[in-house]
Nanobody, 115 residues
Framework: VQLVESGGGLVQPGGSLRLSCAAS????????MSWYRQAPGKERELVAH????????NYVDSVKGRFTISRDNAKNTVYLQMNSLKPEDTAVYYCKATWNWVQYWGQGTQVTVSS
């Protein structure tokens, strides 16, 4: 099983990034997918969640209207489009796959929002 995040980097406030999480080794289309983030000295928090078929999405209040989670089950990939980025969005971003009690995590990708 692998979840490999990519797309992180350094961006100025107001900028955009698109994170990707490529999955392999499990039945991706049957798993709900989530993006979490963890800033230095803070607990890991749920940012966005998408149902297995992609019809249901949820977001933490702080990113609503700025971030969009999506998935392509044909490509076994989940995305997080991040617009209007703020310095407080700086964190390591992780993707997670969930099916019942089974959970898989990626290794994370750093997002830094700074001028």
């Amino acid at each position: 099983v692998q979840l490999v995040e990519s797309g992180g980097g350094l961006v100025q406030p107001g900028g955009s990034l698109r994170l990707s999480c490529a999955a392999s080794g499990f039945s991706f289309s049957t798993y709900a997918m989530s993006w979490y983030r963890q800033a230095p000295g803070k607990e890991r928090e749920l940012v966005a969640h998408i149902s297995p078929a992609g019809g249901i999405t949820n977001y933490v209040d702080s990113v609503k209207g700025r971030f969009t989670i999506s998935r392509d089950n044909a490509k076994n990939t989940v995305y997080l489009q991040m617009n209007s980025l703020k310095p407080e969005d700086t964190a390591v971003y992780y993707c997670k796959a969930t099916w019942n009690w089974v959970q898989y995590w990626g290794q994370g990708t750093q997002v830094t929002v700074s001028s």
